[in-house]
């Protein structure tokens, strides 16, 4: 049954919600199965994941709420890219296919985020797939780890990739595959065993997909998808048509390679303008740096940068603190157009490498908000602080140990609240792992993990807190990074300060002290070094004048502001005895006003 025809047969509101509920109760177990059966720490605790029921048309049906939103958000583009591929070697889907994909070029988001799609028959008929992504720990490249390849220089650099690779065919496990997997990934016991938790989680999805059409009849499945998703294009146009018609634009920057000689790898620029007409809504990055040929800090176009302008628009025009619990599909991406010329870090030209394209679309997603700041300002946050992907390493005999760690940002303050502090930001939505997972798995131990002092924007909101943590090695090793927002901090809004850049620094076990850029490639530890991560600060909302003084005098018991920060930056005075004096704080304000 084709989308027009879908849409030819009405179904009830009722019947369509109890199908919502069903497909998104599929999408929600297969994450719960897959957290479950993984064995990294990436997706067993992190979260760095995502499960998603498609259609034929390769449409989403539904996505599992509890994983990242750049795992589930580019399935139907690995979807769309398995079908283009398949479709140049004449293949086609068949029952107890199993395939595997990860083409940065063809829908993935990047290398790392492996995903395994499993088509769904009904009665002989095609109708749809299950879908899991995942970040895998390695994935056979240049150096281990598969975050903070920064040094690579193009696709190929960038590890394994598998282009539409049917791992089950037809029912029939292709042991060859498996083979080659194992023989060029480190940690194959973790990465193979993370993959085929995927693969079960993906089954179960197309059990359960199966289950709803045979209780409740293909068309009637159908009808209440199309019809779900008619509702959250309504929703986005209903908003959109809220908006002003014109254009908005505004300007981000990026490190880049902060200690390259080459000034085209170093503060790039990231354009962008919205354009608004009824309930239709341009984003053009037009304007965007070049993309950088030898250095994967380009982003994919679909699979990143789609990702990052469809979930920030969601974010700001239908807060669900205000909308409630619209179905999360396809529908929403209707009403949006993107527009990123070829050639550019938004859209590069293979065989740029892309691995380490994770701050950028941060910075793309940031830099969105910053244009739609000018016409919804109570909607958006003041700039958002980056985060960090640190990838550890070293080996035990012959076997190597990798591990990765997100580092989290923090966010701006917003209409009404204070920034979060050092949480997970824009298009990330993973957890940090927990230090007791950490020291029990790995030769590391971290030896401070507490939030900055003294360096939130100042605002009538504050900006949200970076943290800092210091991670030792207790045996020899290696770590690569890749990070952003040691250079600019993040922007303030309607006359809140800018927040705070974000630093690592090295210490040796000898005793010597070394800044590092944002990013670095994969450098050798030893025992006893230590490294010292500190995260960005989110930037200020409002006048900071305008703070009550009474929560500047809150921010100073905990630990957050010094007095001396009071006074400078909220003009609040608070006496040694930690006392607010509030006749001196009014006759400063008076001054300064």
């Not at 919600?17 to 067993?44: D, F, T, W």
């Not at 146009?237 to 634009?249: H, V």
């Not at 607010?580 to 006003?593: G, I, K, N, P, Y």
Request: with cysteine; hydrophobic share 35%.
């Amino acid at each position: 049954m084709s989308t027009a025809e879908k849409m030819q047969r009405t179904i009830d509101p009722i019947t369509a919600q109890v199908v919502r509920g069903a497909l998104e109760n599929v999408a929600i177990e297969m994450g719960h199965k897959l957290a479950r059966m993984s064995y990294s720490s990436i997706i067993r605790e992190s979260e760095d994941f995502g499960c998603a029921l498609i259609d034929v048309d390769g449409q989403q049906l539904c996505e599992s709420t509890h994983s990242t939103p750049l795992q589930s958000g580019p399935i139907p583009g690995y979807v769309r890219g398995i079908r283009r591929i398949l479709a140049e070697r004449n293949d086609t889907f068949y029952p107890g296919d199993v395939i595997m994909h990860n083409s940065a070029y063809h829908g993935a988001s990047h290398g790392p985020d492996i995903g395994f799609c499993v088509p769904v028959f009904y009665q002989d008929e095609l109708i749809g797939f299950s879908v899991t992504t995942a970040h895998h720990l390695d994935v056979g490249a240049l150096t281990p780890g598969s975050c903070g390849i920064v040094d690579a220089v193009d696709a190929y650099a960038e590890g394994l990739q598998f282009k539409a690779v049917k791992v089950y065919e037809k029912g029939q496990k292709n042991h060859q595959v498996w083979h080659i997997l194992r023989d060029n990934i480190r940690a194959p016991d973790m990465v193979v065993g993370d993959m085929e938790a995927q693969i079960a989680a993906a089954r179960i999805g197309a059990e359960r997909y199966l289950e709803i059409v045979e209780k409740y009849g293909l068309e009637t499945v159908l009808a209440a998808s199309e019809d779900l998703m008619n509702y959250s294009e309504k929703m986005l146009r209903s908003a959109i048509e809220k908006l002003p018609d014109g254009t908005y634009s505004a300007e981000g920057y990026l490190d880049g390679y902060l200690d390259s000689p080459d000034p085209a790898k170093k503060d790039l620029k990231i354009v962008v303008t919205v354009h608004i007409k009824g309930s239709d809504i341009t984003i053009d990055l037009t304007g965007t740096s070049a993309q950088v040929d030898d250095r994967p800090i380009n982003m994919p176009f679909e699979g990143t940068v789609d990702c990052a302008i469809y979930l920030t628009l969601r974010s700001i025009l239908l807060d669900s603190s205000v909308y409630g619990n619209i179905p999360q599909n396809s529908g929403l991406i209707r009403p949006v157009r993107i527009i990123a010329p070829k050639g550019t870090l938004c859209n590069p030209i293979f065989p740029a490498p892309t691995i380490a394209r994770f701050c950028q679309g941060n910075v793309v997603a940031d830099t969105l908000m910053k244009a739609l700041g000018q016409i919804v300002p109570q909607q958006v946050s003041a700039g958002v602080g980056n985060l960090k992907v640190i990838a550890y390493s070293g080996l035990v005999g012959e076997n190597y140990w990798v591990y990765m760690d997100i580092m989290e940002g923090s966010y701006g303050g917003r209409y009404g609240k204070d920034g979060m502090d050092a949480v997970d930001t824009l298009y990330a939505n993973t957890r940090n792992n927990p230090i007791e997972d950490i020291e029990s798995h790995y030769p590391l131990r971290v030896t401070r993990y507490e939030l900055r002092e003294d360096a939130s924007g100042a605002g009538k909101w504050r900006g949200g807190i970076g943290s800092i943590r210091e991670v030792s090695f207790l045996s020899d090793g290696s770590c690569s990074v890749e990070g952003d927002g040691h250079k600019y901090a993040p922007w303030g809004f309607s006359g809140g300060g800018a927040g705070r850049v974000g630093q690592l620094l090295l210490h040796s076990g000898s005793g010597t002290l070394e800044e590092l850029p944002s990013k670095i490639p994969n450098r050798r530890m030893k025992a006893g070094d230590r490294l010292q991560l500190t995260g960005p600060c989110g930037g200020g909302y409002g006048n900071p004048l305008e703070r009550e003084a009474e929560k500047v005098l809150a921010d100073v018991l905990d630990g957050y502001i010094s007095r001396e920060t009071a006074r400078r930056e909220y003009r609040v005075v608070i006496s040694e005895s930690m006392e607010l004096d509030v006749q001196a704080t009014e006759e400063l304000r008076l001054e300064r006003s």
